[in-house]
């Protein structure tokens, strides 16, 4: 007889964007002459830069010959991408990575997801809460969450880290000792920044308890405030504590071409039962190797051209495009009295509903009175109650039409 994995029985409903996706797709069905307009999941809607499609030809080209055929790549990815991000990403900012820390892959999704692979099933997790599904239903999965409270909307064995207006959303360190700290900035889904002082209380909790930061970096080229760091890494002590997820789908517009990289630094350790101190690059390396056959070609050479100049300004282009979005919302929904949070250094605007609505509530009266799809707070985790999610990431036109369909 199979036996199945326990754990995936402790996993409520279905994965947040996906019962969205399906509650969209049932009133569209009932409602075709309605023009529904979405602002939910953080998808891109721009067109792929001009000089990234043109490597992207280039790069297919290169299968028509022999000479220039291509079959698996590094398990990795090539070290044309990884000079690039070193150069780019790090060196810019005064963080020395090498590029044999730097793991290709095709998600920071996936990579959030799997990472859970290399750590004990005895770890501790804590998430600040509202969070990012993936990180609290891998570790579900993964075995780590211990039961599920209905009544609190908590598992037993994870340490939810409030981040609300009532703490400006700075989340305060664990009461108790955690091993597995997830931290996402800027955040999703509030939009809001930790400095560079607020995120070192972190790297220094890190250090003193052993513990690692599992940082997700998705939405750094959002950042245009000086006082916020792109990089966990830009924190003094951090690559002994950290390791960093990053991703072109937000970034250049990859959420339908996949690339993207964890940074895992070499001085990274884990412990083994007895207390042996173990490299977690070098654990990941092996897990990647084993797992994974490396992105594409003609995907790394999409991202390669990210970082040319022409690129470069492209890219910016559409990060310009989604963030002038973003303030749209914002600046509308203050207009119609509403508290809003995020959407300066992120493409995600954070509304606090009125006393006492419900977020699920709202997502129901604005789809089928105002036929907008956003995201309720509480699918990020119970202390999202009350609040809403909106993205910049549709087009300006529909942005500009559902913000006076709300305001209405
Ligand atoms: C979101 O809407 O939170 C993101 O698009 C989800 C993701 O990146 O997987």
Redesign the pocket.
């Known amino acids: 007889m199979i036996k199945i994995n326990e754990n995936f029985l402790e996993l409520q409903d279905s994965y947040l964007?996906a019962t969205i996706a399906k509650k969209v797709a049932e009133f569209t069905k009932e409602n075709p002459d309605k023009k529904v307009i979405k602002l939910g999941?953080?998808?891109v809607t721009r067109p792929i830069p001009e000089a990234i499609l043109e490597a992207m030809h280039k790069a297919t080209d290169e299968f028509k010959k022999t000479e220039t055929f291509r079959g698996y790549g590094p398990e990795q990815g090539y070290d044309f991408l990884r000079e690039k991000i070193k150069e780019n990403d790090y060196k810019t900012r005064g963080v020395e990575i090498d590029i044999d820390e730097i793991f290709v892959s095709d998600g920071?999704?996936c990579d959030c997801g799997n990472i859970v692979d290399i750590f004990s099933q005895d770890n501790k997790v804590a998430i600040t809460d509202p969070v990012?599904p993936?990180y609290l239903d891998t570790n579900v999965m993964s075995g780590r969450s211990g039961k599920y409270n209905k009544e609190s909307d908590k598992y037993e064995n994870i340490v939810y880290i409030p981040a609300t207006s009532k703490n400006n959303f700075v989340p305060e360190l664990p009461k108790e000792k955690v091993d597995m700290i997830y931290l996402c900035y800027p955040n999703?889904?509030t939009g809001t920044t930790l400095t560079k002082e607020q995120l070192k209380v972190w790297v220094d909790y890190a250090k003193e308890n052993k513990a690692i930061i599992l940082f997700d970096a998705?939405y750094e080229a959002f950042i245009s405030d000086e006082d916020v760091p792109h990089s966990i890494y830009e924190i003094e002590g951090a690559k002994e504590v950290a390791i960093e997820f990053r991703s072109f789908?937000k970034t250049a517009g990859f959420t339908g071409i996949r690339c993207a990289f964890v940074v895992i630094p070499k001085q990274l350790k884990g412990y083994s039962e007895s207390g042996e101190e173990i490299s977690l690059n070098k654990l990941w390396n092996r897990r990647h190797c084993t797992k994974f056959n490396g992105v594409s070609y003609v995907t790394q050479r999409a991202a390669e051209a990210i970082y040319t100049e022409e690129g470069k300004k492209q890219v910016k282009e559409n990060i310009d495009y989604y963030k002038e979005n973003a303030k749209i919302i914002k600046k509308g929904l203050e207009e119609a009295g509403y508290t809003v949070y995020g959407g300066v250094n992120s493409p995600y605007v954070w509304l606090k509903l009125p006393d006492g609505v419900k977020s699920w509530d709202f997502f129901d009266k604005l789809l089928t009175k105002a036929n907008v799809v956003g995201?309720p707070g509480v699918g990020f985790g119970p202390s999202g109650e009350g609040y809403f999610r909106l993205?910049g990431f549709g087009t300006k036109e529909n942005t500009i039409e559902a913000i006076e369909r709300i305001k209405k």
Do not use: C, E
């Open positions: 964007f999941i953080g998808d920071a999704k990012y993936v999703n889904p998705a789908s995201t993205t």
